[in-house]
């Protein structure tokens, strides 16, 4: 048994981890290595082995196929990435920009944004956004109003705040994406379930893929249950009752909406992987994978990754933090390498649940780690997932 798998049972064992499946690949279609070990709830009356077609909530991997599909409305004439998108979507930024709080008028201070947002912006988080659970001053703004964090059931009850700072002057994690899959609706005339199924999943014979699990009678029996550990990290993990990692959404959440099992995942990933001309033409795979931030946005991203334990924790991948990120459409692009777990130019992003996913064009492979288990981006977790990376990389060298 190879050290990594040992480290999972272990943790299995422990009872840090309920259940993982885990799948490499390369770009001729090929498995370097499949494997699913545990439960995929902790419940007894459906604690069912997890497995390569469990079918988990993949968050903010969503992300990556959501910018596929915006790619694809580029090619197919229905919006360009750099015009204004608020002809489509009007409540897009229309608080204006935020510059402060008025503790004593119990309301947040304004001043109009005349920076249009393109889909550029929404794809490369540099539109003026950010996550309201991750503001104080937003979630301030939110309980002013009698509202919660990520509240209601459509993209524009969720994510229409006030904006940050001027777009494209910045980079704050938040709902780009979320945006730019109503974006896809709106030019479109189909939902992204729709959308996607059509022009992605099934040209990729794919499908265990959707935004709506619960529609699909195929995927009752095969859907994990949230589990969750203490705040600090450590077990035993515990159920979560049936948390909604959608906060009741009924709309399709582009940035964090979908479900999909590790088979049906790293199916696309070998599609991204080897440029597949089923879903964009090489100019379009030259555009996702292309560095999107100026040095000055870039200088942001990387801050903002080191401002706090928390954002260093969901958004650092667990890399060093002296290694130089960018970002792409894809997800983060690494500027240098890590010896012994991947070359300069891989593409990484991960998902609430500690789940994660990587692109190594030079290596030539590409794998994800499937979990359902939070505080989100447990660092136990992703070192576990960091040792599966480390030891597909050296497959791949040898």
Known sequence: ???????????????ILPGYALIAGDKNGNILYSGAKGVRSLVEDSAGPFQ??????????????????ALQCVEDGL?????????????????GIMTGFDD???????????????????????????????????????ASRGETSFCGPTVEEKSTLPLLYEPGTSFRYGAGSDWAGKLIEKVSGKTLDTFMNERIWTPLGIKDMTFYPKRRADMTDRTARFSTLKEDGSGPATDMGGFDVTFGATDCLGGAGAFASASAFVTFLQAVLRRDEQLLNEASWAELFRPQLDERCKRAFNDYIKSSPLHEQYLGMCLPTNIEKQWSFAGMLVEQGQEGRMNEGTICWGGVPSMTWYIDAKAGICGVAFAQILPPMSPSILKLHEGFQRAMFGKAGA
């Open 1 to 15: 048994m190879a050290n990594f798998e040992e480290a999972y049972e272990k943790a299995i064992k422990d009872k």
């Open 79 to 95: 919006i360009t990435l750099d015009e204004d998108v608020s002809s489509h979507l009007p409540s897009i930024g229309k608080y």
């Open 104 to 142: 004593d008028k119990n309301e947040v201070i304004t001043v109009p944004n005349a920076t249009p947002i393109t889909l550029r912006m929404l794809l490369s988080h540099t539109n003026g956004h950010e996550s309201d659970w991750f503001n104080p001053m937003l979630m301030k703004w939110r």
């Open 52 to 69: 390569l077609d469990t079918i988990c909530a993949i968050a903010s991997m969503t992300k990556i196929m959501t910018s596929v599909a």
